[in-house]
DNA sequence: CACACGTGGCC
DNA sequence: TGGCCAAGTGT
């Protein structure tokens, strides 16, 4: 098979084995809102399509359109966000609503230009929302795509370094027409044959023209920069109840789980700050620890409570029985757990 | 440009 | 079970 020949086998493969998802529109049904293109481009960054369904669901009947996105009050939209990871993509999504709806009259551009100027839209998204949304030509690059194709040409130069050598061999094969499911197909084909590991060569529509098949390598594609170790911190979360409420704090928009509800905690380091950022003084019981992995290190977040009244500012009293309604992300909602189990 | 930035699922 | 990884973007 010859590289001319991969779309027209990719896209006939995709025509009987498309996955149906809640934004994607079938092949010949006339195009997905593209709204909710954008949306689950974004959720859908780094994150896996079971994760971001609920959110999809709930996002889009709370906020049909962009424009009611974009009236929405901030610290909401944040909290249907928690636990999707990633936050500054929330908000990112605020920001990018609002440019829509007050320079773009409320719907979004319809070139890959014209999205890339948006908060969080990146090269992937506006060349994913440009072709999938508005059937522009436009060569999307994912983790999936970079898989399928690096085993396709047997391309072996580590990434991300060699992205862009690797973005021209997916233009080589990108379609003039249909290529907003060119690139779907190539994210289905990922997911289903083309997997990391144990890839179903036998299943592939690709398997004849694909070097690395061919070679029986390609598990070895695509090939990657070592990574660095993960430090090991560690940190203190206080709880503060008051017997039915407990004292939430929002973090500051950079940094680590930015604009997010939280317990107050101070910061993460290779020292463990025992009681050293307390917000009050006060007789802590500990409550145990909490084990979290993030991207780039990992967290023992001590827990400690105390009964005690306290008056700030920056925070506020939130009913322990809805803690559920805080929108803290996982951390903290799994600080808050291990607290609520250690009250007598 | 290398790094910061979450979370859950997989083996 | 700890390491790897995911429909990346911003700085």
Redesign the pocket.
């Known amino acids: 098979m010859s590289v001319d020949a991969v779309p027209e086998n990719l896209l006939a493969w995709y025509d009987a084995h498309h996955r149906r998802?809640p934004w994607?529109a079938a092949p010949g049904e006339a195009p997905t809102d593209p709204y909710r293109v954008w949306l689950?481009?974004i959720m859908?960054?780094?994150?896996?399509?079971?994760?971001v369904k609920p959110y999809f669901d709930r996002f889009t009947t709370r906020w049909p359109t962009v424009t009611d996105l974009a009236r929405a009050d901030e610290g909401e939209v944040m909290a249907a966000w928690a636990?999707?990871?990633?936050?500054?993509r929330a908000r990112?999504l605020i920001a990018c609503a609002r440019a829509v709806a007050d320079d773009h009259g409320g719907r979004f551009p319809d070139s890959e230009a014209g999205l890339r100027a948006l908060?969080?839209?990146?090269?992937?998204?506006?060349a994913a929302i440009a072709a999938i949304a508005f059937g522009r030509r436009a060569v999307v690059v994912?983790?999936?795509v970079e898989?399928v194709a690096s085993r396709l040409f047997a391309f072996d130069e580590p990434l991300p370094?060699a992205r862009p050598a690797l973005r021209a061999l997916v233009d080589r094969i990108t379609p003039d027409a249909r290529a907003g499911d060119f690139a779907?197909a190539m994210?289905?084909l990922?997911?289903a044959i083309c997997t990391?590991?144990a890839p179903q060569c036998l299943l592939c529509p690709l398997r004849d023209g694909c070097a690395a098949r061919i070679a029986g390598n390609p598990e070895d594609y695509p090939v990657?920069a070592a990574?660095?170790a993960k430090p090991q911190r560690l940190g203190t979360a206080f709880w503060i109840e008051d017997g039915a409420r407990v004292w939430l704090v929002r973090r500051p928009d950079k940094?680590?789980?930015?604009g997010m509800r939280a317990l107050p905690s101070g910061p993460w380091t290779d020292e463990d700050p025992g009681l050293a950022d307390a917000p009050v003084d006060a007789p802590w019981r500990e409550a145990g620890s909490v084990d979290?992995?993030?991207?780039?290190f990992a967290l023992r977040l001590r827990v400690v409570t105390a009964v005690q009244a306290l008056s700030a500012n920056d925070g506020e009293w939130w009913p322990i029985d809805e803690i559920e309604q805080a929108g803290l992300?996982?951390?903290f909602a799994r600080a808050a757990a291990r607290a609520i189990a250690s009250r007598v």
């Open positions: 998802l994607r689950s481009e859908l960054q780094q994150t896996t399509v079971a994760a636990g999707l990871g990633y936050y500054a990112n908060p969080g839209i990146g090269d992937y998204s506006a994912d983790a999936n898989r370094k779907q994210m289905d990922g997911s990391i590991r990657k990574k660095k940094g680590m789980l930015g979290h992995v993030f991207t780039h992300p996982t951390l």
